[in-house]
């Protein structure tokens, strides 16, 4: 096992460790501090494959953006109650049953795709790396890369209207 | 074993590395506390301290020593795990920021080349980006946690004012990108020095919204709004105490001492000693004249940054918000468009 292997299985095993603990935790921003660990455990992966770009940007626009207005929220909004009221029973049952096809209809359609049964490349390629990154983003999906930016825009100009309102 | 098929002197290396740039940031950020309050008392036309050891050189080891013997409270309402979590937080981010910073070039030690950077990654700024990015973490957490309204609306103000400025920070260095093409900040330094002119000279502007942003990410006066003690007491580490409080404080000279080498890595040529050609000199002399270079303009950018706290006032929560989103960020945007439309029609592409 050399030091490559060792790290992914150290990455995976917080990575998941720190998802279901953001599911478990009582307290919400305790819960959101563990999605900051995750984050980073995911970053980490991406590393690993070389994609050091998406690495970064998924810790400044995740984690160090994204997150903060979650906490931002949570804070104002003071949710650090003892105990959340409890759901009904049946209410627990169908948010299961639900959860649980959602998965197996996620699972069924994504085992037999062909990027599952590529095997990973670790450290090679090199389309995470920044200058490829922009080639292909600028050069072949220059369209889609601008009709999302256009979205973007929008957003951001529907946001600034709500605020005008009050 | 391949696991220890490993190149362990590099490791060795690194770690011996970060420890000198830990120690130095450290020692930089002490002597920062004692070198502000000598500024301010000649500001202010005092003598500031002068008592502990000559000239007073000693103060900053009576106030760190005071700040580990007073005693440590833990308020019975907060948050225990985060409270502590706060400082250290803050403390962390502050000195990750340091691993990317080309402190010289290369030297040669004992048979191998040793490159005075901790990481030469070639997202380096963008590294430095999501750092800051996570700088608001240890105050918010620290002021959510004490269960002080002050300390939190003091945590909201801060992390608002440095996601406020972040944005036109990014984008004043948009411009500076596209004329260097590369994000990593040895490549930046280097082309400072092969080129004529450092970047100062083609991003003025650019230059003058960076420190700005740079002043209100490090919180210092005018920007020090999460640190209002007029409105909020004192600000998100009211409850803290001893040396939690201390690391709260500390961190922020830290921070300013990153921020200032990295302000003269990007804009004024890093280890760039002006009319000295360093490849004419030998490895150790070079070395030793860059540091010098990197070190004396950094120092420099330090007194501006407490000239400024001493002389100008806090500004108003609403004129903060107005300077960043209305004043910043258009005027970073206009010197982006006229970069990249010199850049465009001088072809100056890499």
């Not at chain 2, 030297?107 to 380096?124: K, S, W």
Request: aromatic share 12%; hydrophobic share 55%; proline share 3%.
């Amino acid at each position: 096992m050399g030091i490559t292997q060792l790290l992914f299985w150290i990455l995976t095993i917080l990575t998941l460790g720190s998802a279901l603990m953001v599911i478990f935790s009582k307290n919400p921003v305790h819960s959101i501090l563990w999605l900051i660990v995750t984050f980073f455990s995911i970053s980490g992966h991406y590393v690993l494959l070389n994609a050091q770009f998406l690495a970064i940007v998924n810790i400044i626009v995740y984690a160090g953006a994204i997150m903060v207005l979650f906490l931002f929220v949570v804070m104002l909004m003071n949710l650090n109650m003892p105990a959340a009221p409890l759901k009904k029973k049946w209410l627990k049952f169908a948010g299961v049953l639900s959860g649980g096809s959602l998965m197996l209809v996620l699972i069924a359609a994504l085992k037999d795709t062909e990027s599952m049964r590529r095997e990973v490349l670790m450290q090679t390629g090199d389309i995470g790396l920044i200058n490829s990154l922009g080639m292909v983003l600028f050069k072949d999906y220059i369209l889609p890369f601008e009709i999302s930016s256009v979205l973007f825009l929008s957003a951001m100009v529907g946001a600034v209207v709500i605020g005008k309102k009050t | 074993m391949t696991l220890l098929a490993f190149d362990w002197g590099f490791a060795l290396e690194k770690l011996v590395l970060i420890a000198i740039v830990i120690t130095v940031s450290l020692v930089v950020a002490m002597y920062a506390t004692y070198a502000e309050r000598k500024v301010a008392g000649f500001m202010q036309d005092r003598l500031g301290p002068n008592r502990a050891g000559p000239f007073g050189l000693l103060q900053p080891l009576a106030d760190g020593l005071k700040l580990f013997f007073k005693e440590e409270i833990i308020p019975s309402n907060s948050n225990k795990f985060l409270f502590i979590l706060g400082p250290c937080l803050a403390m962390l981010t502050a000195m990750m920021t340091s691993a990317v910073i080309p402190w010289g070039g290369k030297v040669e030690l004992g048979g191998r080349m040793v490159d005075l950077q901790v990481a030469d990654i070639n997202i380096g700024i963008l590294y430095i980006f999501g750092v800051v990015s996570l700088g608001v973490y240890g105050m918010m957490i620290g002021g959510w946690a004490s269960n002080n309204k002050y300390s939190l609306m003091a945590a909201l103000r801060g992390a608002s004012q440095a996601i406020s400025y972040e944005l036109a920070m990014g984008l004043s260095l948009i411009a500076l990108l596209m004329l260097t093409g590369s994000l990593s900040l040895r490549t930046i330094t280097e082309q400072q020095i092969q080129g004529n002119w450092w970047n100062i000279v083609y991003q003025p502007l650019g230059f003058l919204l960076f420190f700005i942003c740079a002043l209100a990410e490090c919180n210092r006066a005018p920007f020090d709004l999460p640190e209002a003690e007029s409105e909020l007491n004192m600000g998100y580490h009211q409850e803290y105490s001893s040396m939690k409080l201390g690391f709260f404080l500390f961190s922020e000279y830290i921070n300013m001492f990153i921020s200032c080498t990295i302000i003269a890595t990007l804009f004024l040529g890093g280890y760039d000693m002006p009319f000295v050609d360093e490849a004419k000199l030998s490895g150790i002399a070079a070395l030793i004249v860059g540091l010098v270079a990197l070190f004396g303009k950094t120092f420099i950018l330090i007194f501006i940054f407490m000239w400024i706290r001493w002389t100008l006032p806090r500004f108003r929560y609403d004129q903060l918000m107005n300077l960043g989103w209305k004043g910043l960020i258009p005027l970073a945007l206009f010197n982006m468009v006229i970069t990249g439309a010199i850049v465009l029609f001088t072809m100056k592409a890499h």
